[in-house]
């Protein structure tokens, strides 16, 4: 989407590879995450 | 019998009466006094601003789970606090102004034998002029001013469609905003709406914000493990933004909103004007107003209400540089020093400071996030609240015993990027403490273990089921208590 032009503020932040993106919404990927991330507030929450 | 009495049915509110309700005997009555007849899962509202869900999607009747869950419930706005009652009676009591249309402006006191205050944040459009819906700008704070920000959204749409381009506005409309998260998720929606509709290349879409940097999120930002590095969440956010085209203003104090023009001021003192056509911006919070009188009516506010309306509990509130807070100074049982029957939770208690560095640019204007207190902390405190009035009521302890601490509670959030069940994402964070502790982790203030953030499908997954299960819960459906705060 963006076009990286120097010394504007979107030239420096790091931006994601294609690979990166694809597992973003890889379902098999985040079905995995998605437990992961649940175990992960579960202990966030057994924390209280 | 006594009488718990609580002012307010948001996220706080709710979660007080229903565990008050679930842990007292029935010989004890649970009040509830609430303006709107309808409960608002208000995270959602930022989808019924794209349009992805209707406010009936995010809304149900209060007055039949009060009724079937032995509740009491005026739909009314308190006025004022007694804590001490009037001349005529030593007894505690509210007084409330009907917003019911049949008793309508009518009002009652209600006497208590405790309080939680649950009355959250007065939308202040007004601390910033020409802001708000009434005015020239939009909002997603309240389901309608979502669905009419969704109608203003159609409109630029419709526009982008016919080839005309258009410039959206989006985030905070004063330097002390809170709440950055929600405009952050309406940002990244929009973004992802306008793809979808393929007119992206038709908007130019600005950020604008009271944030030192991008990620700061009114709680310094938080440190993550990530490909071998400790980083700041600004460099993550930083990438997204980039990657999603979006240019964003920091540093920003909305001064003035104007039709389809902002003027703002930035750290450095400077004044600067964006041009848009469409701009959502979120107003800064304050006390919802209540008034406090002692027995000879004379006014007490200022004991019970810190300058900005919200209450004040049992925080430390002296005054003192950044570089002096310690998590200590955040309250841990919500209630108020002065009257020990009464408590806040949610956003009505007053926060002893922000948790961001207080910035203030060269013409005296602070700009800087105030503390934001998400829904999680806001239940959390507002259960452990109802637990320790049911053991007092009950007999059980004398004093408040369960502690809440945002210095001792973790907090998990999803800032929802894109709503689709296959390509939507959204931002999974979680971090330990909320209030970061840097005597305890020095370099990052928050524990490395318990503080994280990713990006990914599953996280909308995840806010989408939370969607549903905290509207079950708050709808007081079988087992509710299993859905955690
Ligand atoms: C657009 C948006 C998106 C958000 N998204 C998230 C998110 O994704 N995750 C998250 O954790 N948090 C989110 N938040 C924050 C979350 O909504 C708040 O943390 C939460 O609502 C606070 O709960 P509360 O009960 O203190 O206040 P509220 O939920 O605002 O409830 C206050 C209640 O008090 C009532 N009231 C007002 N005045 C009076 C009066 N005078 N007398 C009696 N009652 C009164 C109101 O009608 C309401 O019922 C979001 C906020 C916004 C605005």
Known sequence: MSVRKPFEQSYYPPVPTKLTKLFRTNLVWQFFRFLVLNIRMLRMIRKH | MARLLILGAGIAGQTAALHARNKLSSNHEVVVVSPNSKWNWIPSNIWVGTGYMKPEQVTFSLAPVYAKS?????????????????????????????????????????????????????????????????????????????????????????KMKKGERQTLLIGTGHGNCTCQGAAFEYLFNVEFELRRQNVRDKAKIIWISNEFELGDFGIGGMFLKRGGYVTHSRIFTESLYTERGIEWITQAHVKEVLPGKTIYENLDGEEETITHDFAMLLPPFSGVGLKAYNKNSEDITSQLFAPNGFMLVDGDYAKKPYEEWIPGDWPKTYQSPKYKNIFAAGIAFAPPHAISKPMTNPNGIPIFPTPPRTGMPSGVMARQIAFNIADMIEGREAEPKRKASMANMGAACIASAGANFLKGTAVSMTMYPIIPDFKKYPDTGRDLNYTSGEIGLAGHWIKHFLHYAFLYKAKANPFWRIVPE
């Open chain 2, 70 to 158: 032995n509740i009491i419930f005026h739909q009314a706005k308190a006025v004022s606090v007694h804590p001490a009652g009037d001349s005529k009676s030593s007894l505690s009591f509210v007084t409330i102004e009907y917003t019911l249309p049949e008793k309508l402006g009518q009002t009652e006191k209600i006497t208590y034998d405790y309080l939680i205050n649950a009355t959250g944040p007065k939308l202040n459009f007004d601390a910033t002029v020409g802001l708000g819906p009434d005015k020239n700008s939009l909002s997603v704070c309240t389901f309608t001013h979502a669905h009419d920000t969704s109608k203003a959204l159609a409109g630029v749409i419709a």
